[in-house]
């Protein structure tokens, strides 16, 4: 059974994978190897070898588990949580664990082994997204999580184990610390101002316009003003929301093209980098909680979005140790190169 | 000038380095190519061509900034942050920043260019930890740096840009975030226990004795309870002690053997893997402070350490975004593994 431990000094969660330990010689290779084969679960055909489906998009009345699919869900065939159980806390000296109870499921993007988000048609990318909605609606079901997370990594840089374009979902019994984080910062500004500290931004930046990469009728595509990596960009509704759970068909239809926007100005400009996505949608407010009542102000003060980070500097080390950043593109210089990206031929890097 | 830029949603200051900005074809390249030419400025008589030095350990008289040296602290040729100007802080709308103040320099460990820390005589050893203590020393007169970070990235995936044994030091008008984090984690320990929570951390970890490496009379080497890494290390004080800047002749004597010690096993059992370290020293109570007095206590609630961090998992881009951990290793085996690496040559990984 996996374990959720808790740092003390960090005060941070992690979980560890007590049955899948390794030992050194597993490391000893280098990090830099593709660990790609020739045989694909994911592929259409290959259904059996994953574990069954917790959602399909199908056509033609096609049967679970079979071809005929066109975006598939599965959970994950090494899965870092475990979904059967009851949570479980406890104290250990100074420390505190919990047992590892979450889910972590696979979103199948597509059979196509080599179509990756960006050169999807829109409407795939729609029913990609519906897919993310799906399942984040049927897990925050689940009172024992507390929170959701979908995540991609694309490129063997970014993390990716397998090649086939797909979406990771991790369901978990703590909020990630990043997400408390920026809950708390939003509800401090909500109290102070009785304003939203996104819809502040967001309204900043349209006003000065030099972050601003791309918009459309719901969202607004930026590089944050304090960005981290270079080329990170954020994406947020335009008008105040707080949660993804929930968003419209026409909204649907609006993040996929923003999406496509941006991964395609990505995609051009920097030759197809690794990458990292991450939605930052609100907590679950049915999950059993810490402080009851805590996320009754949620509407107001939370504003989702998604973080995108391209993998293209080392320094990672280095700031995994101390939370700092040195980031060698300002932000405006990055917005202006992706809003120029798909204008001029000549933008395209001459090699 | 390079800038810092607060970020309001996750409370984290960045460094924009604006005078180096990089345009989307200086990033096309794989990122994986090693940055290592064949003419080397950290070699003996290559000194003309690094900033002049600001320390070193030399030998038979030489004259600074000639041969002669055996180790030697010059300024980062290009670095994150500007030594020159006085600190100056500004609201941007909803933004905060100030400017790119503070010092970045580098210590050439060695006039070798292939004898990395585990493999250099321990009296060798001894000379750049006291090298690293006499510029963390200086630093800290200057009271515009709160902070002052002693880091070392080793190999490509790690951050390395040069391959010539080097670690880094930089001084920060601010306390990075992972930092302030852990000072508040122990003071709060303090006020609630009128105990150090690292010396709490130090005595159940000794008595359990599991996740214990190795020590000696000053130092312990202990896999962390909440490893977020495989085979994550953290060396520390036996006996409380919040400032590295003070530590007798004697204890850099230990500290230079555990750390040789603990480098050997992870060279020994992992392959030579990259990997990072960072210093966490106690923070510049000389600094013109945001709460004056607030560091009044730091000499009973601070334990000052050093966390190294091999990079041998690629799942740091979900990882970044989320502030939450999966770490295939569970810490017992890690350090299990560790604890045996230079006893057994079988336990060697054989290939």
Known sequence: MPELRHDPIQRRWVIIATERAKRPCDFTGSVDETPNGNFCPFCEGNEHTTPPEVYAHRVNGSEPDKPGWTVRVVSNKFPALR????????????????????????????????????DQPLEHLERIVRAYQSRLKDLMKDPRFRYVLIFKNHGVTAGASLSHPHTQI??????????SMELNSARDHYVR??????????????????????????????????????????????????????????????LSQILKDVLTRLKVSLNDPPYNFVFHVAPNTKAKAKRPGYWTTLEYDWHWHIEIMPRLTRVAGFEW????????VPPEDAARYLREALDQEENACAN
């Open 83 to 118: 979904i059967e159980g009851e949570l479980d806390r406890e104290g250990e000296g100074v420390f505190d664990k919990m047992n590892g109870i979450g889910a972590h499921e696979v979103v199948i993007e597509t059979t196509d082994h080599n179509l990756h988000l960006p």
């Open 170 to 179: 991790i369901a978990t019994p703590i909020t990630p610390r990043t997400i």
């Open 193 to 254: 101002k009785e304003r939203c500290l996104f819809c502040d931004i967001i309204r900043q930046e349209l006003k000065d316009g030099i972050r601003v990469i791309s918009q459309n009728e719901d969202f607004v595509a930026i590089c944050p003003y304090a960005s981290r990596f270079p080329f990170e960009v954020f994406i947020a509704p335009l008008v105040h929301h707080h949660t993804f759970v929930n968003i419209s068909e026409g909204q649907i239809k609006s």
């Open 321 to 328: 140790g101390t939370g700092f950043y040195i980031n060698p």
